[in-house]
């Protein structure tokens, strides 16, 4: 029986993409692939969300790529320029399983420097009863050791708690972790599966 619900953010209660910048910016679509997915790719920005600093992290790969010196220096300054609000009806539905008893958690790959202007930003975030944000613990998403810490530092029963994250890599971790998984593909199809999983 379910009895805690734990979301991730990104993708899933707040639409984020890299696209929603770059694409203005660069106005050319194989250029702007290019650099999302080999400049500030996965492993780079994952750095942050592990804790380096956006600053230090920035400043390297401005090194290592001069030629993108502006578009990488936006990733810092301009980070909420990624973020197109929330994800439609994703608060009320929280609202909704938080008024039908449910625990409701959050854990985030998330970087340290813009978490509190998503906090202010972003109401659904002060829904949770809790939450573990990966760049204040040293910890990112799917390592085993954030689900563990998670469960740990709210006294969560794994096998009664259900995790919800747009990666499946993530939801993996968090099977493994004795947690239940479901991958976020939108939120008519999250409603129903709620509705076998609840």
């Known amino acids: 029986m379910i009895k805690t619900i734990v979301f991730d953010f990104g993708n899933v209660l707040i639409d984020w ?8 910016y660069f106005r050319n679509e194989e250029t702007c692939r290019y650099f999302v997915e080999n400049v500030i790719d996965r492993k780079w920005f994952t750095q942050i969300d592990k804790g380096r600093p956006m600053d230090v992290c920035t400043a390297e790969l401005i090194d290592a790529y001069p030629e993108y010196a502006q578009p990488i220096s936006f990733f810092r300054d301009r980070w909420f320029e990624m973020c197109h609000g929330q994800i439609e009806g ?15 958690y959050g854990l985030s790959n998330w970087p340290a420097e813009t978490f509190p202007g998503a906090l202010e930003r972003f109401p659904v975030l002060g829904l949770m009863e809790g939450y573990v944000v990966s760049s204040y613990v040293n910890l990112v998403k799917p390592d085993i050791a954030i689900y563990k ?12 708690s259900l995790f919800i994250d747009d990666r499946e890599e ?5 099977r493994k972790a004795g947690m239940k998984g479901l991958k976020f593909e939108g939120i008519e199809a999250l409603k129903k599966s709620l509705k076998t999983i609840l």
């Open 149 to 160: 810490l998670l469960i740990e530092r709210f006294g969560l029963n794994p096998s009664e």
């Open 170 to 174: 993530n939801v993996e971790g968090a």
């Open 17 to 24: 993409s890299p696209y929603y910048l770059y694409s203005p």
């Open 90 to 104: 994703m608060q009320e539905l929280v609202e909704e399983l938080k008024g039908r008893g449910y625990g409701i």
